[in-house]
């Protein structure tokens, strides 16, 4: 079994920081893609940002500058870097992974279970 467990979301005011970190455990071949996705009461989860093995980054325009997306191979871990934080930013926040179980195994995606982040003005 696979799972994504994450962890750091909160309540924080408006122009606060928060890190999220989302880890990977099971039986576990690779990882490729890794990202983070939001999702606010009453609208559809969107994308915030996803890395891929090698580091290429790719933001919403919603958050670029603000926000950073980093990993650890080693750990299996994406995380979340979250400056400058506004109200539109409140959602849950969910871990998203496209990883192998094994060498011949097809890339299958998986979700973590989801973070509230809000940000009071």
């Known amino acids: 079994q696979v799972q994504l467990v994450e962890s750091g979301g909160g309540l924080v005011q408006a122009g606060g920081s928060l890190r999220l970190s989302c880890a990977a455990s099971?039986?576990?071949?690779?990882?490729?893609?890794m990202g983070w996705y939001r999702q606010a009461p009453g609208k559809q989860r969107e994308l915030v940002a996803t890395?891929?093995?090698?580091?290429?980054?790719d933001y919403a325009d919603s958050v670029k500058g603000r926000f950073t997306i980093s990993r650890d191979n080693a750990k299996n871990t994406v995380y979340l870097e979250m400056n400058s934080l506004k109200p539109e930013d409140t959602a849950v926040y969910y871990c998203?992974?496209?990883?192998?179980?094994?060498?011949?195994?097809?890339?299958?995606?998986?979700w973590g279970q989801g973070t509230q982040v809000t940000a009071s003005s």
């Open positions: 998203n992974a496209d990883l192998k179980r094994w060498s011949l195994d097809l890339p299958r995606n998986y």
């Open positions: 890395i891929t093995r090698g580091g290429n980054t």
């Open positions: 099971g039986s576990i071949f690779s990882i490729n893609i």
